[in-house]
C-alpha cells in the first residue's frame, strides 16, 4: 500500500513537472519562431516528452499507460496554452 502511494506520487510529481517545463518550452519556442535558436528549444521540447515517457514506465511498468499519461498531460499543457496564452514579450540583453 505504501509503496503504491509512493508510485502515485511520484507520477503526479513527474507529471506536473512535465506540463510546467513543456509550457515554458513551447513559450519560448514561439517568442525566438524567427530566430535559428527555435531549433535548440524545440528539441528540448522532445528531449523532455522522452525522458517523461521513460520514467514513467519505469515507475508503472507499463507502456500503454505511460502513454495515457502523457497524451493526458499534453492535452494539459495545450489547455494551459489555450486558457492562459503565451508570455509575449521582447528578448532583452543582459548587457546594456
Same mark, same amino acid.
Given at each position: @500500500?505504501?509503496? =503504491?502511494? &509512493? ?7 513527474? /507529471?506536473?513537472?512535465? !506540463?510546467?517545463?513543456? $509550457? ?5 519556442? @514561439?517568442?525566438? =519562431?524567427? &530566430? ?7 528539441? /528540448?521540447?522532445?528531449? !523532455?516528452?522522452?525522458? $517523461? ?44
Amino acid at each position: @500500500m505504501r509503496e =503504491k502511494g &509512493s508510485k502515485l506520487l511520484d507520477v503526479m510529481v513527474y /507529471s506536473i513537472n512535465y !506540463v510546467l517545463i513543456s $509550457y515554458a518550452l513551447s513559450n519560448v519556442s @514561439m517568442a525566438l =519562431k524567427s &530566430s535559428p535558436v527555435f531549433i535548440l528549444f524545440f528539441a /528540448s521540447e522532445l528531449w !523532455v516528452i522522452g525522458l $517523461y515517457i521513460k520514467k514513467i514506465h519505469e515507475i508503472t511498468g507499463s507502456r500503454l499507460l505511460a502513454g495515457i499519461l502523457l497524451v493526458s498531460c499534453f492535452a494539459v499543457h495545450i489547455a494551459m496554452a489555450y486558457f492562459f496564452g503565451r508570455f509575449v514579450g521582447d528578448i532583452v540583453p543582459f548587457a546594456v
